[in-house]
Structure formats: C-alpha cells, structure tokens
Antibody, heavy 119, light 106 residues
C-alpha cells in the first residue's frame, strides 16, 4: 500500500525556517517524481515545488523561489522541503504528492502538515 | 503566466448530471486532470490524461478536453460527491491548478 507521511509542520515566526519531511512507503520511491502542494486556510491548491526521481531536475513556483528548496534522500525514501525566510502568506497545509509516471497527475497524497507563520 | 479558470460553484440535485469546466489557452494541447477534495481531507485524483479514471473511481466520473476547455462530468450525482473539484495541468515545467469549483448536492 502506498503511503506518504508528512512531518515537520509547526508554528514559526516570520523570517524563520522550517524543514518538512515526507516519508514514503509501498513503492519504489527513487523512480518517482515527487511534488509539494500547499493549501492556505479556506483557499485552493497551490503548487510549490517538484523534484525528479533521481534528484536531478527541480522546479519551483515563483512565490517560493530563492526561499524554499526541495530535495530527496532516496536511500531513506524521504522527500524534503526546506523553507527559509518564511512569510505570513506561507501559512498553509503542505501536502507531498507522487506523480504518476508519464501522466503528469498526482495519484497519491499525504495527509497534509500545517505550517503557521505568525508572530 | 498560464492560468486555469473554474467557476466557483455548481449545484445539482441527486441523480442529475454535474459538469465542471476548466478553461485555459489551448488547454486541449495539454493533459488535464481533476481532483476531488472533501473538507478536512487530502485531494483525490478522479481523472487523469483528460479522460482516464484511476482504479477505484466510479464510472460516473468522466472527462474530456478540447480547444480551450476541459470538462469533468459526474453522471447520476450522489450526495457523497459533494466536494471541491480542482483541475490541473502542466505548462513549461510548472504545475497549474484551477481555483476550484464547489459542488453542492441539493
């Protein structure tokens, strides 16, 4: 059974840093492209960042470029999102998601992890 | 930047057909997919590659994509289908989500 478990969400002050983790199981993690998607309270889905299976090839939304870094450790079946210089508008539930091979769609999602940026 | 536009809400009675549109420039040249999200839950993929249903998704869910519009259709809508629905596509190594449509089953 495919499972994605996000951890690391917390309350952090503006300007602070946080690292989210997403531990995967039930599939060959290294062969899949993985993505972070966030959802601000009461709002829609917003793509954050994507990383290819081998870790070569990352893409990020303009809203987080230069502040957030996506990475992965295939030996630990874990996806990361390092978030620096956090802003109030980064407050959201962050989901990790697996991209289907060749389809460009996300077939499995984690349960979500809340990040709150507030003083 | 590329945008996908969805109407904010759709309302149908049980048993009727619910249609959701997603509009974007030449969207028909890209693959569109659709997600269902119920309150407090993670999104669930219901249609990918315009028309395909993942395993476990009921046959009443169908999709199409042509020109500037992708459409998700729910035939014989049930109360359990009440949720937010989001379309999604890729554009130049960027993932684009529509703003979402809230389905109310009256």
């Amino acid at each position: 059974e495919v499972q994605l478990l996000e951890t690391g969400g917390d309350l952090v002050q503006p300007g602070g840093s946080l690292r989210l983790s997403c531990t995967a199981s039930g599939f060959t993690f290294s062969t899949y492209t993985m993505t972070w998607v966030r959802q601000a309270p009461g709002k829609g889905l917003e793509w954050v960042s994507t990383i290819r299976g081998g870790g070569i090839g990352t893409y990020s939304a303009d809203s987080v470029k230069g502040r957030f870094t996506i990475s992965r450790d295939n030996s630990k079946n874990t996806l990361y999102l390092q978030m620096n210089r956090l802003r109030a508008e980064d407050t959201a539930v962050y989901y990790c998601a697996r991209e289907m091979a060749v389809a460009g769609a996300f077939d499995y999602w984690g349960q979500g992890n809340l990040v709150t940026v507030s003083s | 930047s590329y945008e996908l536009t969805q109407p904010p809400s759709v309302a149908v009675s049980p048993g009727q057909t619910a249609s959701f549109t997603c509009s974007g420039d030449n969207l028909g040249d890209k693959y569109a997919c659709w997600y269902q999200q119920k309150p407090g839950q993670s999104p669930v993929l219901v249609i990918y590659q315009d028309t395909k249903r993942p395993s476990g998704i009921p046959e009443r869910f169908s999709g199409s994509n042509s020109g500037n519009t992708a459409t998700l259709t729910i035939s014989g809508t049930q109360a359990m289908d009440e949720a937010d629905y989001y379309c999604q596509a890729w554009d130049s190594s960027t993932v684009i989500f529509g703003g979402g449509t809230k389905l109310t089953v009256l």
